[in-house]
């Protein structure tokens, strides 16, 4: 069964950092794309980041460019998400998947709740 787990949210004061971390299971986790999502109180999901695992080529949503860094680590089947000078903008739940795009994702893990304060 394919599995992954989001973990790592929690409050910080704007200006802070996190690291978010996704373990995944029950897959040949090398063979796919990650993909980071979330959600904000009254918004619809949207992408965050994704990172490839042909080429190591990586996407940022243009609202956390040079701020959130995705990376994998293969041999742990785990993806991290590390996420510095948050905002309070950044707040919402966040998950992983499979799949890049928010339209692909069959079904949604359980995600991990960031809220950055003011």
């Known amino acids: 069964e394919v599995q992954l787990q989001a973990s790592g949210g929690g409050l910080v004061q704007a200006g802070g950092s996190l690291r978010l971390s996704c373990a995944a299971s029950?897959?040949?986790?090398?063979?796919?794309?990650i993909g980071w999502f979330r959600q904000a109180p009254g918004k619809e999901r949207e992408g965050v980041s994704c990172?490839?695992?042909?080429?190591?080529?990586?996407y940022y949503a243009d609202s956390v460019k040079g701020r959130f860094t995705i990376s994998r680590d293969n041999a742990k089947n785990t993806v991290y998400l590390q996420m510095i000078s948050l905002k309070p903008e950044d707040t919402g739940v966040y998950y992983c998947?499979?799949?890049?795009?928010?339209?692909?994702?069959?079904?949604w893990g359980q995600g991990t709740q960031v809220t950055v304060s003011s």
């Open positions: 998947s499979t799949v890049c795009t928010v339209d692909a994702v069959l079904k």
């Open positions: 029950g897959f040949t986790f090398d063979g796919y794309a």
């Open positions: 990172t490839s695992t042909v080429d190591g080529s990586t």
